[in-house]
């Protein structure tokens, strides 16, 4: 019998994933359950959406498009992030539409780390960012984010987790399943911290009121520091998710990976 990738001894089941098809198979079966273990909104999408969907396959929207993402839809989140996060990017070259949450932090993991690298994720923390860094031969240095803190990892912790293979940081802010958020300082001074050492930032930041994210990165979101954003925008539980990349000739000071959100 053949082997399957070794790899997949490594990674965790997801704790959510295994709760959620256990509470499927229960409602199925007849039991009433109030499931909250995954970010699934207990009501249904919202009208306009679902005829604004119905009007695009309607009208032959129902073949495939650019790998980019569609035009109208690239040009649209460039002018979200430019109003919400004042930041600008190109729609035809740095802006990429991808098919969920998932694919878009493995098209950026995928896309900076190498096998055998080293990747800083705190603990606890969302499975899917240690799991995909390992399905990606990276190594997972998990770094403790202790109670008495606020779930916020102590600053000598990551730099007693650097090592000369580090290549990336993964941050989860607000935190899934804590809930912590440090604070503009404590991000600046993690910033500071990755330029230093030459490394990149995958930031996986939960849907968020607008503006939220310029406030508390502020200078972090300047194009001219060779960062790439992830953008996970929520409408009303669901969920749109793109790359925006900017990068300088001169190579990355850090790189940052943003799944932020808004309602509107």
Request: charged share 20%; glycine share 8%.
């Amino acid at each position: 019998m053949k082997n399957l990738n070794a790899q997949f001894d490594l990674i965790r089941q997801s704790a959510t994933v295994a709760m959620a098809d256990r509470i499927l198979a229960l409602k199925a079966s007849g039991e009433k359950i109030i499931g909250l273990q995954v970010g699934d909104p207990d009501f249904g999408t919202a009208p306009a959406i679902i005829d604004v969907a119905m009007q695009a396959m309607n009208g032959g929207l129902t073949h495939y498009t650019s790998s980019r993402g569609n035009a109208d839809l690239l040009n649209a989140i460039a002018k979200k992030l430019q109003r919400d996060e004042g930041v600008t990017y190109d729609p035809a070259s740095e802006i990429l539409v991808t098919q969920g949450g998932i694919h878009a932090y493995y098209t950026a993991m995928q896309s900076v780390l190498n096998p055998g690298e080293d990747v800083l994720v705190p603990d606890p923390s969302w499975a899917t960012h240690s799991n995909m860094a390992i399905m990606l031969r990276g190594n997972v240095i998990r770094v403790p984010a202790p109670a008495e803190n606020g779930f916020i990892p102590y600053f000598e912790s990551w730099e007693k987790a650097l090592t000369p293979k580090t290549r990336l940081i993964v941050l989860n802010y607000p935190c899934n399943p804590t809930g912590a958020y440090p604070t503009r300082e404590y991000l600046q001074r993690l910033q500071d911290f990755a330029k230093a050492h030459d490394l990149w930032i995958v930031s996986d930041a939960q849907p968020l009121p607008k503006n939220l994210l310029s406030i508390v990165f502020g200078t972090a979101l300047e194009k001219s520091s060779a960062k790439i954003y992830l953008d996970s925008a929520q409408f009303y539980g669901k969920r749109l998710n793109c790359d925006c990349a900017a990068l300088s000739t001169a190579g990355p000071d850090s790189v940052q990976i943003n799944f932020t959100g808004c309602g509107d």
